[in-house]
């Protein structure tokens, strides 16, 4: 089995055929998006996002619980004032329209229909309005503090 490690180390996950792109109901890990993503993003936005270190990823591990009733699960919490669906937040990421037309206007269409709140970064790459527009449930704002004066 190909782990994490090995992946950064050169090796690639095989099986897919080049130009293939795996439909999304196929896919079943990020290593396969990263392949989608490197085949249809400009070389340069690509980089920006690529070869990141996967060593905290490491330590994850998933322990599935077998036999046990999920017909009733109740996922909703309170944070800060807000009833939410699940506990789970769409992080901020700025100038998503480098890798999808929509940008974050589409990033928050898929986290309205996931029931989860959307983090807006300050610098994200549509307006703030425009983005809001299509939100279900209450985004937060995140701020990058920029500097007010000029520096010499």
Excluded: C
Aim: a neutral charge.
């Amino acid at each position: 089995m190909l782990q994490a490690q090995d992946y950064r180390e050169g090796h690639k996950l095989i099986g897919e055929p080049p130009g293939r792109i795996t439909p999304l109901t196929e896919v079943v890990n990020t290593l396969e998006v990263e392949a989608v993503a490197q085949r249809k993003l400009a070389s340069t936005v690509y980089a920006t996002i690529a070869g990141s270190d996967r060593r905290a990823f490491q330590h994850i591990i998933f322990k599935p619980r077998r036999f046990v009733n999920v017909e009733h699960l109740d996922f909703t919490v309170d944070l800060f004032g807000q009833k939410m669906f699940t506990p789970i937040l769409v992080g901020p990421a700025s100038q998503r329209q480098e890798f999808a037309a929509e940008g974050e206007v589409a990033t928050m269409r898929g986290a309205s229909a996931a029931q989860v709140a959307m983090v807006i970064s300050s610098r994200s790459s549509q307006p703030i309005e425009k983005i809001v527009s299509e939100a279900k449930v209450a985004p937060w704002y995140q701020v990058y503090p920029e500097p007010i004066w000029p520096r010499f």
